[in-house]
């Protein structure tokens, strides 16, 4: 099979607008939902996540079956990008709701999730548009956009950061500031979404000859046909059990990013005590780095050929060596220049630790809020990469030439079901025992799943 590079290209910059959206808005949301919202709590912001990762778990696999069972990749994501164009409309008007923002918001950010569920049909379109030779190139391709899109998010973001709250209204009830200023900018990243999918995007099942698509798809679909789908995957030839291994490392790879959506932001307020202007700039510069980070680390694959000095499994070893690393490094251990006391509750800023919120606020001791940044940026920017890399060019040969579009799916849904539990374990751990007890249960998480790879390591040889 020769690599069709130009209809890679097309899914990568449709895959870089998709994910700008959720990279500008991930910055500031906790600090918009309390000032929309004062009874926001850390716990609901916890739910934000999982529910954003709930819908977009489910749907996932919803957009996978739609795709495979009626031959069709177009509409699919023509429907994701429609319910993202509607999530944006409807965040920028919050402020029309006269109580409760928040569950507003809640329904907003689940309609993020759910429109970027169409992730899989991207991620099979890459497998089907590449050789067995060049996977691991066209996937460094397919992950330095979302790379590209980490730094430009926090780009649009400080960008406006010097527009504070309520900023201009550019129509009644609709207001551009510091924080809806990535709102904005999705919408306009969503509009052009869908006019490259509709101008520019090839869809592979439309080269299909008519009698070959008609046997394969019909105009009804029942749980039978799926059952029926799922048996014949399952009866193909494949080594069943790196896959399980490659779907358990996915999911141990995304603990850490599962607790950092729910606890990075309270952390910056209620432990360091920045308030809402400094934590959105520095969450912006950090993420920032660790997109720059990232986007080398992917261009090398490209343009360097390190996939040929450096096989996959060797990327996802590396991966998990530099979580359990973070953790290690990053706890708050009682030396002075590694820890130092929570910061008092300043109840005018709301900032600070509150007992009332925290029982551990007297006694515990936080992490050196310099060291903690600079080690996520660092090892964030080494294993998201990495891990991404890795894991989807060994998950797709060890899939082989099948059409990968469920399982992928699969893959996805493993993930999402991390990012769906994650915040919910992370959050009430953090908030009942601090974060050095999180840190504690996490760094056992991933180092079990890096002694299960290193025992696996040598049979995954003949994928690499």
């Known amino acids: 099979q020769k690599t069709q590079w130009n ?17 500008m808005i991930s910055i500031g949301e906790w600090n918009y939902l309390q000032k929309m919202d004062p009874e926001v709590d850390n716990n609901f912001f916890a739910l934000v996540s999982s529910i954003t990762k709930g819908g977009h ?57 759910i429109s970027f569920g169409t992730s899989p049909i991207l991620r099979a379109f890459i497998a089907r548009m590449s050789s067995n030779k060049s996977r691991v190139t066209a996937y460094a391709l397919f992950s330095t956009a979302t790379m590209f899109s980490v730094v430009v998010g926090p780009l649009g973001q400080l960008a406006f950061s ?17 924080f809806s200023a990535p709102i904005w900018i999705a919408l306009f990243t969503n509009i052009i979404a869908i006019a490259v999918v509709l101008i520019r995007f090839d869809d592979p ?34 080594p069943w059990q790196l896959v399980g291994i490659v779907l358990f490392e996915k999911a141990i790879v995304n603990v850490t990013s599962g607790s950092l959506s729910a606890v990075a932001s309270p952390l910056m307020t209620d432990v360091f ?29 490209m343009f360097c050929k390190l996939n040929k000095k450096i096989s996959s ?41 509150s007992p009332n919120n925290y029982p551990w606020c007297d006694y515990a001791l936080a992490p050196n809020p310099w060291i903690w940044i600079s080690v ?9 990469p990495t891990s991404s890399i890795g894991l989807d060019t ?33 959050s009430r751990m953090f908030a009942a025992f601090s974060i050095s007890s999180l840190w504690s249960v996490n760094v056992a998480i991933v180092g079990f799943g890096l002694v299960v790879f290193v025992a696996t390591f040598k049979r995954f040889k003949p994928y690499c």
Not at 165 to 173: A, M, R, S, T, V
Not at 209 to 230: G, H, Q, R, Y
Not at 325 to 339: A, D
């Open 162 to 178: 010097h527009i504070a709250y309520p900023g201009y209204e550019i129509l009644p009830g609709m207001k551009f500031h510091i």
């Open 57 to 113: 778990a489910v749907f996932s696999m919803a957009f996978a079956v739609w795709s495979h069972r009626f031959r069709i990749s177009k509409i699919p994501l023509l429907v994701g990008r429609l319910l993202a164009l509607l999530g944006c409309i409807l965040y920028l008007l919050i402020e029309y709701v006269p109580v409760n923002r928040r569950y507003a918001m809640l329904f907003c950010y689940c309609l993020f999730g």
């Open 394 to 426: 060994l998950y797709s040969r060890v899939l082989g030439d099948i059409d990968q579009t469920l399982m992928q799916g699969a893959l996805v849904l493993v993930e999402d079901i991390v990012l769906f539990f994650g915040p919910f374990y992370a």
């Open 7 to 23: 209809e890679i290209y097309v899914a990568t910059f449709i895959t870089f607008l998709c994910s700008v959206e959720n990279n």
């Open 273 to 301: 005590g920045f308030d809402a202007k400094d934590t959105i700039t520095i969450f912006a510069v950090a993420q920032l780095l660790m997109g720059l980070f990232a986007l080398s680390i992917s261009a090398a694959f």
């Open 205 to 238: 099942w439309e080269r299909e000859k008519p009698e070959i698509k008609d046997s394969s798809s019909s105009s009804s679909f029942t749980l039978n046909d799926l059952k029926s789908k799922i048996v014949a995957i399952r009866s193909l030839p494949l």
């Open 376 to 384: 996520m940026v660092i090892s964030m920017g080494f294993t998201f």
């Open 313 to 353: 499994r060797n990327m996802l070893l590396f991966s998990l060596c530099v979580s359990v690393t973070l953790y290690i490094v990053s706890y708050p251990w009682p030396l002075p220049v590694l820890s130092q006391p929570m910061e008092p509750r300043n109840a005018t800023a709301h900032t600070g630790c």
